[in-house]
Each structure stands twice: as structure tokens, then as C-alpha cells.
């Protein structure tokens, strides 16, 4: 018998290889804790992202540009206390600095970390005009 093509090694039909193949990039993805993600961008911007993500320190500038839109409640302990009703664990900077103005009575300075005190002088100037109104 003289069929054409390429030798059949998998004995499993082609539709069966894909779903398998398709399962294990996926569990792929999740032990190497990758996860994708949808954006609907401008064409310009999204062309932008493009180029830029074949850079190969990509991924570590992104997220030190991400740290000028948000802020990760657990590394800041009286920001942590502040938002204690939360559920999210990031917050919008604008949000942050907020929660600071509105309840800076309950901060307690002395006990400040470097770290968050560094993070209200970037919200001040980003977000307050160099001033927070407490």
C-alpha cells in the first residue's frame, strides 16, 4: 500500500494532536506564571507595544513604568492599614495619594518606612502639587 504525504508516527487523528498540544502550552504557561492578556489599544500605540516588546529588558522597563500608575498595597504597611476594605492589591497612584490626604490623621509618621515615605514624596509631586493638603 503506497499512500502519500508525510508517515503517519502519531496514531491519534490530527484535531486529537491540536487539543493536546494546545493543553500542555497551557499548562506550560501557568507553571511558568505567564498569563495573557487583551488590550484594545489605538493602532499607533498598539504597533509601539509591538516593537518594544522585542527588546530583551522588555518586560523589567515596562514594569518600572507600570510603578508610575500603580501601587502594590502590600509593600506599603500604613497605606495597607489605610486601605484595609480593599480587595484589590494594586491601586491607581491617584487613589493612593488620596487615601493618604484624606486620612493622613491616622499616619504615623515616626514609624514611616523609607520605602513608603519615598512613595508619598513621588505622589506629592506627581499627584499633589509638592503638597499634601492633611
Same mark, same amino acid.
Given at each position: 500500500m503506497n499512500t502519500r504525504g508525510r508517515p503517519r508516527t502519531n496514531t491519534l487523528?490530527?484535531?486529537e494532536q491540536l487539543r493536546l498540544a494546545k493543553r500542555a502550552q497551557r499548562e506550560r504557561q501557568?507553571?511558568?506564571? =505567564?498569563v495573557e492578556v487583551q488590550l484594545r489599544l489605538p493602532k499607533n500605540v498598539a504597533e509601539k507595544l509591538g516593537v518594544a516588546r522585542r527588546a530583551p529588558d522588555f518586560v523589567e522597563r515596562f514594569d518600572a513604568a507600570l510603578e508610575g500608575f500603580v501601587v502594590l498595597l502590600a509593600d506599603y504597611p500604613q497605606l495597607r492599614d489605610l486601605a484595609w476594605n480593599r480587595v484589590d492589591e494594586f491601586i491607581p497612584v491617584?487613589? %493612593?495619594f488620596q487615601l493618604y490626604e484624606r486620612n493622613w490623621r491616622f499616619i504615623d509618621v %515616626?514609624? =514611616?518606612?523609607e520605602r513608603e515615605r519615598l512613595l508619598i514624596e513621588r505622589l506629592k509631586a506627581s499627584c499633589g502639587n509638592g503638597e499634601i493638603n492633611a
Open positions: 487523528p490530527r484535531r501557568r507553571r511558568s506564571d =505567564l491617584e487613589e %493612593a %515616626a514609624r =514611616l518606612e
